[in-house]
């Protein structure tokens, strides 16, 4: 059965500190991984991954795949209360169309 | 429009009531889903449109529930003789392209059904 398994569930830190979270992930006929962030009602997209060891950045923001050990990191570096969110990933199932998303890290981030 | 929109964004209605929800996605965009997040949870897939049509109808809980999409714009998610179960963010996202997993998913802010 495909599924994604996110951790961890919730986070709490402070400004400035560097968080590491986790999405690791069991799926046939992998295709691509993406993470997103969601503060209220919509996820916003951040990053798509496809190939193994090929690190997308973007501003404090960084995320890298490892298709042999079938997971993926996202980095937060410099964190600031505006980067409190629920942080979900999601890979697309084989031969549907349909996301898998896993349950999300609720990351809170303290003044 | 600039992105995707759904109405209403919030709907409170009665057990047993039926309800409709929309979806506008972004122009252009031939590929549209429908999800639902209850609390505390991640996103639960209900079903999967490209164009007018649905390959995927999987995710749908029931029969219950049925969605439509017109002119491969608009569509509507059904939700028929609501439960209290039902209640939850019912998120619409769309894409460019075919859904072939590696098309970036642009969603609307929700609608949040609370079912008394």
């Known amino acids: 059965e495909d599924k994604v398994v996110q951790s961890p569930l919730s986070l709490v830190v402070h400004e400035g500190d560097t968080v590491t979270l986790n999405c690791s992930y069991e799926?046939?006929?992998?295709?691509?991984l993406l993470w997103y962030k969601q503060e209220k009602k919509a996820p916003t997209f951040l990053f798509m991954l496809?190939?193994?060891?090929i690190e997308k950045k973007s501003g404090r923001l960084s995320s890298i795949l490892d298709k042999k050990e079938l997971f993926s990191i996202l980095n937060i570096t410099a964190t600031q209360t505006g980067d409190s969110a629920i942080y979900l990933c999601?890979?697309?199932?084989?031969?549907?169309?349909?996301?898998?998303f896993g349950t999300g890290t609720r990351l809170k981030v303290l003044a | 429009g600039a992105g995707v929109s759904q109405s209403p964004s919030n709907k409170v209605t009665e057990k047993g009531k039926d309800v409709e929800l929309r979806c506008d996605p972004i122009?252009?965009?031939?590929?549209l889903y429908w999800y639902r997040q209850s609390l505390g949870q991640g996103l639960e897939f209900l079903i999967y449109?490209?164009?007018?049509?649905?390959?995927?109808k999987s995710g749908l809980p029931s029969d219950r529930f049925s969605a439509e999409r017109t002119g491969g714009s608009v569509s509507t998610l059904t939700i028929q003789r609501t439960q209290q179960e039902d209640s939850a963010v019912y998120l619409c996202?769309?894409?460019?392209?075919?859904?072939?997993?590696?098309?970036?998913?642009?969603f609307g802010p929700g609608t949040r059904l609370t079912v008394l």
């Open positions: 496809t190939s193994s060891g």
């Open positions: 999601a890979v697309p199932t084989s031969g549907t169309y349909k996301y898998i």
């Open positions: 122009s252009g965009h031939t590929a």
């Open positions: 996202a769309s894409s460019f392209r075919r859904g072939e997993g590696t098309d970036t998913q642009y």
């Open positions: 799926v046939t006929n992998f295709r691509s």
């Open positions: 449109f490209q164009g007018n049509s649905a390959p995927d």
